[in-house]
């Protein structure tokens, strides 16, 4: 057995610093047996109260007036960035039932790429702003990591952060990143449930359960589930079956100290789906020279299931959340919050490639005769883990006729991965290209654990301190600078190939140990002006630096972004806006002009084809938001983005040859909007543009390099059958547009989008 070895070390970092750290954030709250003493603290920071859910006719469903994390600590309309609000009211108008169909309420924001070559990719696959930013993905503001799908019954709101986000949340992608806010236990007895059924043998209910078990204490418990069964309108076999529950507790919610305990299981087990052939689309074109016929022939039926029924997806996941609040005098506050998380997926796909050699035509004039080979069996057996502690001061005080909110913190985060390889996934016989059979038998199919792994380990301390400075009541300014150092250990096992080491026999077992640390900087800086108390203009500037192992995987590829001898990717982003909050503060609207550099992408050098760091690419664009009441009873949200994407300095990465980044539409729109009227009748109808996507380079030939622009309209009626019951109905993709949703890197395979279906859901509460 060969073994590989390459370490690169900064200066270590060992726990019991870290502990030493965590010890200084007490002092700071010394003073905390004193009574709260109104009369020092600001008038535009009064000591934060407990939170009180109340269930019933909200003023404004649609807007919100901060962000959930304790970082931000003005209103959205005093914050300097471009942060989208999606609440739990306008996913439920809409049905929306996973992260994936909430994030079409921000624009340019969606899962477009399917995957390279023979693998599909999984789960919230996010690109955001010309960048993947699926490991930016976090619960109530600690990581989540899984390439899984995310329900959102148990979901109170999804921010978006646009820009980079280093500072707020360590390594991360350069564009983005989003935070899904848990339900908690609250002071009020309430009961919410659902009960959905609609095309595609949609079938799904939810229940929402509210209990105070002491008022004067402020003891509560809160439990949220979920069982669906559906299949998918636009899909034969394809199947979404999962089920999950949500316990919460919450303690002294009318007090100085509050604690909550929650807990999140999930189950999924479904059939996965791995695309159709892109053959008959828009700019396919033969693979095959000498079959030039294959450029007029047919596109597929979209519904077509080219694997196999016997493949699977099977998700198991934990969260146990521990969060604690306190305050103190003169408006300090300390929030705790401790998670443990595990996600497990198990996981097989039939897929494919149409290249020459797997697309068969014994008969150009019979169409019917030809085949299309299902020999790609690719496998997933994950686990991800993730043990962390965050602690957050905030702290108000003034200093002359500056008043300060500071908010300094601690965080300690070990994040582990763990992955198998398989043999024995059997073969599957070609398909008949225009009536796959999915049903076939599949030879040979005994998956066991072969010996190929890799084990992955991420320990990170983290330390920020921001500062948000109020000059008068015209000027806010903000700065915040926040250190990360990481420790990466990556093991793995491998089959040697010929090319990858042409030493050893083909099939050999290689070892290889790989290891990288170092601490990240991200610092932002932000002014703000306010002409009038409901508005604001501003001008940010922030960096964020995502080093190789983000997405827990080191490579010693000479290629690779993932190579321990690169150093972190950086980007900085200069952002300026502007926000209004006019009538009465119920409806936001917004408009910002970015520009996002990403330096030190791994580029090879033509002349000593060596690889270096010296790729740039930059996304420049707006963005202009809608969020709120219009009127009484007519509630809106919309957003368009217009993003020009460019690669300055490196070779060009998509197929088409077009100097653009992929998987980035140029323009995106998306809009939704309501009106009750006086009988109890809701009418509400959106419309969601994505332009068209350009798919990654490489050696694919006759694949289309792109997926048009389309538009899709939806629309949704509900009434109160009584002051408990009411009756919804959503109509998804009124024109039944075809469209591709998402392209794979090679152009092979797609995902077709939804065609038009409907539900009808009970919404119940009392």
């Given at each position: 057995?060969?073994?590989?070895?390459s370490r690169?070390?900064a200066?270590?970092?060992?726990?019991?610093?870290?502990?030493?750290?965590?010890?200084?954030?007490?002092p700071?709250?010394a003073?905390?047996?004193?009574p709260?003493?109104s009369?020092?603290?600001h008038?535009n920071?009064?000591r934060?109260?407990p939170?009180v859910t109340?269930n019933?006719?909200?003023?404004?469903?649609?807007k919100?007036?901060?962000?959930?994390?304790p970082?931000?600590?003005e209103e959205?309309?005093n914050?300097a960035?471009?942060?989208?609000?999606?609440?739990?009211?306008?996913i439920q108008?809409?049905g929306?039932v996973?992260?994936?169909?909430a994030?079409?309420?921000?624009?340019g924001?969606?899962?477009f790429f399917?995957?390279?070559?023979?693998?599909?990719t999984?789960?919230?696959?996010?690109?955001m702003r010309?960048?993947?930013?699926s490991t930016?993905?976090?619960v109530d503001?600690?990581?989540?990591i899984?390439?899984?799908?995310?329900?959102?019954?148990n979901?109170?709101q999804?921010?978006?952060?646009k820009?980079p986000?280093?500072?707020?949340?360590?390594?991360?992608a350069?564009t983005?990143s989003?935070?899904?806010v848990?339900?908690?236990?609250s002071?009020?007895?309430?009961f919410?449930?659902?009960?959905?059924?609609?095309?595609?043998?949609?079938k799904?209910a939810?229940?929402?359960v509210?209990?105070?078990?002491?008022a004067?204490?402020?003891?509560?418990f809160?439990?949220?589930v979920?069982?669906q069964?559906?299949?998918?309108?636009?899909r034969?076999?394809?199947n979404n079956?999962?089920?999950?529950?949500?316990p919460?507790?919450?303690?002294?919610l009318?007090g100085?100290?509050r604690a909550?305990l929650n807990?999140?299981?999930?189950d999924q087990?479904?059939?996965p789906?791995?695309g159709?052939?892109t053959?008959?689309l828009p700019g396919?074109?033969?693979p095959?020279p000498k079959?030039?016929?294959?450029?007029?022939?047919?596109p597929?039926?979209?519904?077509?299931?080219?694997?196999?029924a016997?493949d699977?997806d099977?998700?198991?996941?934990?969260?146990?959340?521990?969060?604690?609040?306190?305050?103190?005098?003169?408006?300090?506050?300390?929030?705790?919050?401790?998670?443990y998380g595990?996600?497990?997926?198990d996981?097989?796909?039939?897929?494919?490639?149409g290249?020459?050699?797997n697309?068969?035509t014994?008969?150009?004039?019979?169409?019917?005769?030809w085949?299309l080979?299902?020999?790609?069996?690719?496998?997933?057996?994950?686990?991800?883990?993730?043990?962390?502690?965050?602690t957050?001061?905030?702290?108000?005080?003034d200093?002359?006729?500056?008043?300060?909110?500071?908010?300094?913190?601690?965080e300690l985060t070990?994040?582990?991965?763990?992955t198998y390889g398989?043999?024995g996934?059997g073969?599957?016989a070609p398909?008949p290209?225009?009536?796959?059979?999915p049903?076939l038998?599949?030879?040979g199919?005994?998956?066991?654990?072969?010996g190929?792994?890799?084990?992955?380990r991420?320990?990170t301390?983290s330390?920020?301190?921001?500062?948000t400075?109020r000059?008068?009541?015209?000027?806010?300014?903000n700065?915040?600078?926040?250190?990360?150092?990481?420790?990466i250990d990556y093991?793995?096992?491998?089959?040697s190939?010929?090319?990858s080491?042409?030493?050893l026999?083909?099939?050999?077992?290689?070892?290889?140990?790989?290891?990288?640390?170092?601490t990240?900087?991200?610092?932002?800086?932000?002014?703000?002006?306010?002409?009038t108390?409901?508005?604001?203009?501003?001008?940010?500037l922030?960096?964020?630096?995502?080093?190789?192992g983000?997405?827990?995987?080191?490579?010693n590829?000479a290629?690779?972004a993932?190579?321990?001898?690169?150093?972190?990717?950086d980007?900085?982003t200069?952002e300026?806006?502007?926000?209004?909050d006019?009538l009465?503060?119920?409806?936001?609207?917004?408009?910002?002009?970015?520009?996002?550099?990403?330096?030190?992408?791994?580029?090879?050098?033509?002349?000593d084809?060596q690889?270096?760091?010296?790729?740039?690419?930059r996304v420049?664009?707006?963005?202009?938001?809608?969020?709120g009441e219009v009127?009484?009873n007519?509630?809106?949200s919309a957003?368009?983005?217009?993003?020009d994407?460019?690669?300055?300095?490196?070779k060009?990465?998509?197929?088409?040859?077009i100097n653009?980044?992929?998987?980035?539409?140029?323009?995106?729109?998306?809009?939704?909007t309501?009106?009750?009227?006086?009988?109890?009748?809701?009418?509400g109808?959106?419309a969601?543009?994505?332009?068209?996507?350009?798919?990654?380079s490489?050696?694919?030939v006759?694949?289309p390099?792109y997926?048009?622009?389309?538009?899709?309209?939806?629309?949704?009626?509900?009434?109160?059958?009584s002051k408990?019951?009411?009756?919804?109905?959503?109509?998804y993709?009124?024109?039944d547009?075809?469209?591709?949703?998402?392209?794979?890197?090679?152009?092979?395979?797609y995902t077709?989008?939804a065609?038009?279906?409907?539900s009808?859901?009970?919404?119940?509460?009392?």
């Amino acid at each position: 057995m060969a073994t590989i070895k390459s370490r690169k070390h900064a200066n270590s970092f060992n726990l019991h610093i870290n502990a030493t750290l965590a010890a200084m954030l007490l002092p700071v709250a010394a003073h905390a047996g004193n009574p709260p003493d109104s009369a020092h603290q600001h008038p535009n920071h009064a000591r934060a109260m407990p939170e009180v859910t109340v269930n019933g006719a909200a003023e404004n469903d649609f807007k919100a007036d901060k962000a959930s994390s304790p970082k931000y600590t003005e209103e959205l309309v005093n914050t300097a960035q471009t942060i989208t609000v999606i609440r739990k009211e306008l996913i439920q108008q809409q049905g929306a039932v996973t992260l994936t169909e909430a994030l079409r309420n921000t624009p340019g924001v969606g899962t477009f790429f399917l995957g390279e070559n023979g693998n599909t990719t999984t789960g919230d696959a996010i690109y955001m702003r010309g960048f993947d930013s699926s490991t930016s993905i976090y619960v109530d503001g600690v990581r989540d990591i899984g390439s899984v799908s995310r329900d959102v019954f148990n979901i109170e709101q999804v921010d978006v952060l646009k820009g980079p986000a280093g500072t707020d949340n360590g390594r991360a992608a350069p564009t983005g990143s989003v935070n899904l806010v848990s339900k908690q236990a609250s002071v009020e007895d309430a009961f919410s449930g659902t009960v959905t059924a609609g095309t595609g043998s949609v079938k799904r209910a939810t229940a929402d359960v509210n209990r105070v078990i002491n008022a004067q204490s402020g003891t509560a418990f809160r439990l949220n589930v979920m069982a669906q069964d559906s299949g998918n309108p636009a899909r034969d076999i394809v199947n979404n079956k999962r089920w999950a529950v949500a316990p919460s507790f919450a303690f002294g919610l009318n007090g100085r100290t509050r604690a909550y305990l929650n807990f999140l299981h999930v189950d999924q087990d479904n059939t996965p789906d791995g695309g159709v052939p892109t053959i008959g689309l828009p700019g396919y074109s033969s693979p095959d020279p000498k079959r030039p016929f294959l450029a007029s022939a047919a596109p597929v039926d979209p519904k077509g299931f080219y694997g196999s029924a016997t493949d699977y997806d099977k998700v198991k996941a934990d969260m146990l959340t521990f969060k604690v609040e306190h305050d103190f005098a003169r408006g300090a506050r300390l929030q705790n919050t401790s998670r443990y998380g595990k996600t497990a997926q198990d996981y097989l796909l039939t897929a494919f490639m149409g290249n020459t050699a797997n697309l068969v035509t014994p008969d150009q004039a019979n169409p019917a005769g030809w085949t299309l080979a299902r020999t790609l069996r690719t496998v997933k057996d994950q686990s991800n883990e993730i043990l962390t502690n965050q602690t957050a001061l905030t702290l108000d005080f003034d200093t002359g006729a500056v008043s300060h909110t500071v908010v300094a913190g601690l965080e300690l985060t070990r994040e582990k991965q763990k992955t198998y390889g398989y043999d024995g996934l059997g073969s599957l016989a070609p398909a008949p290209l225009y009536a796959p059979d999915p049903f076939l038998p599949v030879a040979g199919l005994n998956p066991v654990r072969n010996g190929v792994h890799s084990d992955a380990r991420v320990d990170t301390q983290s330390l920020y301190l921001f500062d948000t400075l109020r000059v008068g009541d015209k000027w806010i300014f903000n700065a915040g600078v926040r250190a990360d150092h990481f420790d990466i250990d990556y093991n793995s096992m491998t089959l040697s190939t010929a090319r990858s080491h042409p030493a050893l026999p083909v099939g050999t077992l290689v070892a290889t140990a790989l290891d990288t640390a170092d601490t990240l900087v991200n610092g932002k800086v932000s002014a703000l002006y306010k002409p009038t108390p409901e508005s604001s203009v501003y001008a940010l500037l922030a960096t964020s630096r995502q080093p190789p192992g983000t997405n827990l995987v080191l490579s010693n590829s000479a290629n690779s972004a993932s190579n321990p001898r690169f150093e972190p990717q950086d980007s900085t982003t200069a952002e300026i806006g502007a926000k209004w909050d006019l009538l009465k503060r119920k409806l936001s609207l917004s408009a910002a002009l970015y520009q996002t550099t990403v330096k030190k992408e791994v580029e090879q050098d033509p002349v000593d084809l060596q690889y270096y760091q010296t790729g740039r690419k930059r996304v420049q664009g707006v963005e202009i938001g809608v969020t709120g009441e219009v009127a009484r009873n007519w509630l809106a949200s919309a957003g368009y983005t217009r993003m020009d994407t460019e690669v300055e300095v490196g070779k060009v990465v998509t197929a088409s040859g077009i100097n653009n980044l992929s998987y980035t539409p140029k323009q995106a729109f998306t809009a939704w909007t309501s009106y009750t009227l006086p009988i109890g009748l809701k009418l509400g109808g959106g419309a969601r543009f994505v332009d068209k996507l350009l798919r990654g380079s490489d050696g694919a030939v006759g694949t289309p390099a792109y997926a048009d622009s389309y538009w899709v309209f939806d629309a949704m009626a509900s009434y109160n059958l009584s002051k408990n019951v009411e009756l919804q109905l959503n109509v998804y993709n009124l024109g039944d547009e075809q469209y591709i949703a998402a392209i794979n890197k090679s152009g092979y395979r797609y995902t077709p989008g939804a065609p038009r279906s409907a539900s009808l859901t009970a919404n119940i509460r009392f």
